[in-house]
């Protein structure tokens, strides 16, 4: 399994970005993918996941109703499309994929990780 994520960068406070994550290597029906983040010297934490297998999107409390995770299962894609964005987000973010019989909420259930991507928020 391979994921490839893209989309970071430098961003004021209240701006929005998009982060990608394509997923290559496995048939895609048979993996959940999400977000995760990481902050230098704090755990990795979760951010959101698309659950296939129950149709549903699962998020952190801490960027509910300011970023919205989507797949285009087409293009074995899955999207993070980040608004609002506060300080607080700034980290590293990774994608993740994890077996679709789980919802993907802990760094311990993934079994694949993509290269992280930087995001930085200015205040």
């Known amino acids: 399994v391979q994921l490839q994520a893209s989309g970071g960068g430098l961003v004021q406070a209240g701006d929005s970005l998009r982060l990608s994550c394509v997923f290559s290597?496995?048939?895609?029906?048979?993996?959940?993918l999400g977000w995760f983040r990481q902050v230098s010297g704090k755990e990795r934490e979760f951010v959101a996941t698309?659950?296939?297998?129950?149709?549903?999107?699962y998020y952190a409390d801490s960027v509910k109703g300011r970023f919205t995770a989507s797949v285009d299962y087409a293009a074995n894609t899955i999207y993070l499309h980040m608004n609002d964005l506060k300080a607080d987000d700034t980290a590293v973010y990774y994608c993740?994929?994890?077996?679709?019989?789980?919802?993907?909420?802990?760094?311990?259930?993934?079994?694949?990780w993509g290269k992280g991507t930087q995001v930085t928020v200015s205040s």
């Open positions: 993740a994929a994890a077996s679709n019989a789980v919802i993907l909420t802990h760094p311990a259930q993934v079994i694949a």
């Open positions: 698309v659950s296939r297998r129950l149709g549903t999107t």
């Open positions: 290597g496995r048939p895609f029906t048979q993996y959940t």
